[in-house]
C-alpha cells in the first residue's frame, strides 16, 4: 500500500483557507483515487501537522510523505515545517517521514495563475495592460526573486504594457508602486494576477491596494495544481523505491 500524503498548508483564520484546501485535495483523490490524501496545516487551522502524524502512526502506519502546499522555498518550508517533522521523527520512532519539494517552481503554476487572470475579461494580446504578479513576499530574497521570474517570462511572451512582480508583505516593490509604474509606462488599464494559493489576509490585502485595477483570484483548486501535488508526492518515494 502506498504511504499517506499529507498535504501541508500554511493555515488561515479565515475559513475559505481551509474550503479551498479541502476542494484542492479532493482534486487530487479525483486524480489519484489510490491514495490516502491527508490535510494538515503549520498554524491557525486545524488539524495541525503534528496531530495528522500522530493518528498516522496510531493507524499502524510505518511511513508518510508530507508534501507541502507552499508555493516557494520561504520561511515555512525552510524553517517552521522541517521543525515540525523533527520534532515528529523523534517523538514517533516508528513513523518514517519524507518531505517533498516545495511546489514552485512550476510551469503549471504560471498556467493556473494565467488561467485565472484571463477569467476576469482582461486579454493578454493588449498592448495597453499592464500586469503585476502579487504574491506574499518573504525575507528569503530568493523565494522573491521566483515570482519576479514569473513575471519576467510573461513579460518575454505577452504583448502588454509590462509585467512587474509585487508583494504583500516583506518585500519590495508593494502593489501599489508596481500599478503606479506601469501607468508610468504607459499602461492605460492594470491588472492583478495572484500568486496565492487560497484565499485570505494576504490576497484581501492586495486586492484593497490594487485600487481600480481587475485583481484575480488566488490559484485554488484547478487540475494543473492537484496534479503537481501528486507529482511532487511521486518524486519524494522515488528515492525510497529506488533502493528498496
Keep these: 500500500m502506498a504511504p499517506p500524503l499529507v498535504a501541508v498548508a500554511h493555515g488561515s483564520r479565515d475559513p475559505r483557507s481551509a474550503a479551498c484546501i479541502s476542494a484542492l485535495l479532493d482534486v487530487v483523490r479525483a486524480q489519484r483515487p489510490e491514495l ?29 510523505v508530507i508534501v507541502p502546499l507552499l508555493l516557494g522555498s520561504a520561511y515555512h518550508a525552510r524553517v517552521d515545517l522541517p521543525g515540525l517533522v523533527a520534532e515528529a521523527r523523534a517523538r514517533l520512532p516508528r513513523l518514517s517521514v519524507s518531505v517533498a519539494d516545495v511546489l514552485g517552481p512550476d510551469e503549471r503554476l504560471s498556467t493556473l495563475a494565467l488561467r485565472r487572470l484571463a477569467a476576469t475579461g482582461v486579454s493578454l494580446e493588449d498592448p495597453s495592460l499592464g500586469v503585476v504578479l502579487a504574491g506574499a513576499g518573504s ?27 509585487a508583494f504583500a508583505s516583506a518585500a519590495e516593490p508593494s502593489v501599489p508602486a508596481a500599478v503606479a509604474e506601469l501607468r508610468a509606462r504607459g499602461a492605460l488599464r492594470v491588472a492583478v494576477a495572484s500568486w496565492f494559493l487560497a484565499p485570505g489576509r494576504l490576497p484581501d490585502k492586495v486586492a484593497r491596494l490594487a485600487g481600480d485595477a481587475v485583481v484575480a483570484e488566488p490559484l485554488g483548486p484547478g487540475s494543473e495544481l492537484a496534479s503537481l501535488v501528486a507529482d511532487r508526492y511521486a518524486a519524494a518515494l522515488a528515492p525510497v523505491a529506488q533502493y528498496a
Design 36 to 64: 490516502d490524501v491527508r490535510a494538515a496545516f503549520l498554524e491557525l487551522s486545524a488539524p495541525r501537522v503534528p496531530e495528522v502524524l500522530s493518528a498516522l502512526a496510531a493507524e499502524g502506519h510505518r511511513e508518510a
Design 139 to 165: 525575507s528569503h530574497p530568493r523565494a522573491n526573486a521566483a515570482v519576479a521570474a514569473v513575471a519576467e517570462s510573461w513579460a518575454r511572451r505577452f504583448p502588454v504594457a509590462g509585467v512587474l512582480p
